[in-house]
């Protein structure tokens, strides 16, 4: 059974910081793409950065400087290193793993950027 486990959400004031850990099981981690998307009210699934089993790393335009991904293969975990948050990033944050054709979602974790 595969388990994406999101955790290190929460609320926290404009220009503060936050750290996004997503633990795996089930899965041969190394060998999966993964990912982390929002998705804020009224608006579709976004993604937010990448990395892939090679670790090449991509990120949304609007997180490039702020936001920074990394995984660790020994421990299955990705994490997301959140900066500089401003209120536009409160969404519902959840992980990814990707190796086509299977792909795998977490449950969400809510971070609240407040002004």
């Known amino acids: 059974q595969v388990q994406l486990v999101e955790s290190g959400g929460g609320l926290v004031q404009a220009g503060g910081s936050l750290r996004l850990s997503c633990a795996a099981s089930?899965?041969?981690?190394?060998?999966?793409?993964m990912g982390w998307y929002r998705q804020g009210p009224g608006k579709e699934r976004d993604l937010v950065a990448a990395i892939t089993s090679g670790g090449i790393i991509n990120y949304l335009d609007s997180v490039k400087g702020r936001f920074s991904i990394s995984r660790d293969n020994a421990k299955n975990t990705v994490y997301l290193q959140m900066n500089s948050l401003k209120p536009e990033d409160t969404a519902v944050y959840y992980c990814?793993?990707?190796?086509?054709?299977?792909?795998?979602w977490g449950q969400g974790t809510q971070v609240t950027v407040s002004s």
């Open positions: 089930g899965i041969t981690f190394s060998r999966y793409a």
């Open positions: 990814n793993a990707n190796r086509r054709p299977a792909n795998y």
